[in-house]
């Protein structure tokens, strides 16, 4: 279902430059302005009619205004104080379907925000956007919230969430978004479709939350990861031998404690987090 604004609203490059806008490189921005691109990502969740969602750095509103159109009810956050005129006449011109919080994402507790099931739908900036995707993944509780994540990050991480184990772009994020979530690049975007153009290429990822493997803490397997892959071209007993247990708990599990992080492969790094939370509750 498409919802229209209760009056046309001008092209945003129009809107931008009548407020005088320009991207703040401080704040990692760069505007999307095709209208018939923000649609495609907009659709990326599925149907929105009716749904929440929560936006991180809308900017001046390409991105929202999609949103809006698909019929969702958006949350979006923003610190950019120059860009609050432009969102509050879009809540206007979408009877009040805009909600704007004046703030750090970083600050924001999204599921408070939402109220309920929501979707995450972000052109991240570039500059907090592995930050918030880490915070996403990993709540004690499972299900989230969030029913979808829709995100774009430069091309090299994206390629980073979804990659197999022995690649070289396999590394903690992989793990992280694929230990209880299906991962996928949905579309990629070029450079040249952002004002200004930024030096790397774009990619949108799409995950949503699959079933948890049973007695893992996604803390611990949050640390282990950070340990592993944080001295990624060392063995596994120099690089968790921080974790007390670790090495102990390779040999029950039957992983050489001589292979590196990028060889163990997901289900691998859920079997030991299991056995060392085991451990640690006994």
């Known amino acids: 279902m498409t919802t229209q ?12 430059r009548a407020h005088g806008l320009s991207a703040s490189k401080a704040l990692g921005q760069n505007f999307l302005f095709d209208e018939q691109l923000l649609d495609r990502i907009a659709a990326l969740p599925g149907d929105l009619d009716g749904a929440t969602v929560f936006e991180v ?6 991105l929202t205004r999609a949103l809006l159109r698909a019929g969702a009810r958006v949350i979006a956050v923003e610190r950019d104080h120059r860009c609050l005129p432009l969102l509050g006449e879009l809540s206007e011109a979408f009877d009040g379907r805009l909600t704007v919080i004046d703030g750090d ?3 924001i507790d999204a599921d408070a925000a939402a109220g309920g099931p929501y979707h995450i739908v972000a052109n991240l900036p570039y500059n907090v956007g592995t930050a918030l995707f880490t915070r996403w993944l990993e709540p004690p509780a499972w299900p989230p919230s ?6 774009m990050f430069q091309q090299e991480v994206a390629e980073r969430i979804v990659a197999p184990v022995g690649t070289p772009a396999y590394g903690r994020l992989s793990v992280l978004a694929q ?6 690049i949905a579309m990629k975007v070029h450079r040249s479709a952002f004002t200004p153009p930024p030096k790397v290429m774009s990619a949108i990822v799409h995950l949503v939350p699959a079933a948890q493997p049973e007695g893992v803490d996604p803390a611990l397997l949050s640390r282990l990861t950070e340990k592993g892959f944080g001295q990624r071209r060392k063995m596994l007993r120099q690089s968790l031998k921080g974790v007390a247990g670790a090495v102990d708990a390779l040999e029950a599990i039957g992983i050489d404690a001589t292979r590196r992080a990028e060889t163990v492969c997901v289900a691998e790094w859920v079997a030991l987090a299991r056995v060392l939370g085991g451990s640690a509750g006994g």
């Open 5 to 16: 604004p209760r009056r046309p609203l001008p092209p945003l490059r129009d809107t931008v």
């Open 57 to 62: 750095g809308p900017g001046p509103g390409g």
């Open 105 to 107: 994402a970083m600050a």
């Open 146 to 151: 969030w029913r979808s994540l829709t995100l």
């Open 179 to 184: 230990w209880r979530a299906t991962a996928r």
